[in-house]
């Protein structure tokens, strides 16, 4: 599994690169915070809303601490997406939030 640190995920961003980013908290962490621009989808639902990720594009996971994420990226690995661990998740995020 591929994983990069929350650090190089804000430079891409900072460098103005075009990331997809999916949040697989739970409604009540994302309400604290979360990177701008990511998509919520709860780790549970990653399942059943996979017809809203896109096989051509590369996405990078996160949750809290990179277990969840984790867990979603080797399930969509299995299933041939293009996807990126966040390591240490938001507990590692110093960057915006909304």
Sequence with gaps: MKEISAKQLQEKI?????????????DFEVAEGKIPGAK????????ERIN????????????????????AC???EHLGYNVTNVEGGMLAWEG???
């Design 74 to 76: 080797e399930y969509l």
């Design 52 to 71: 809203e990720l896109d096989k051509d594009k590369h996405y990078y996971f996160v949750c809290r601490s990179g277990g969840r994420s984790g867990r």
């Design 14 to 26: 900072e460098n103005g690169e075009q990331v997809n980013i999916i949040d697989v908290r739970e």
């Design 96 to 98: 915006e939030t909304e």
């Design 40 to 47: 919520h989808i709860p780790l549970g639902e990653v399942g």
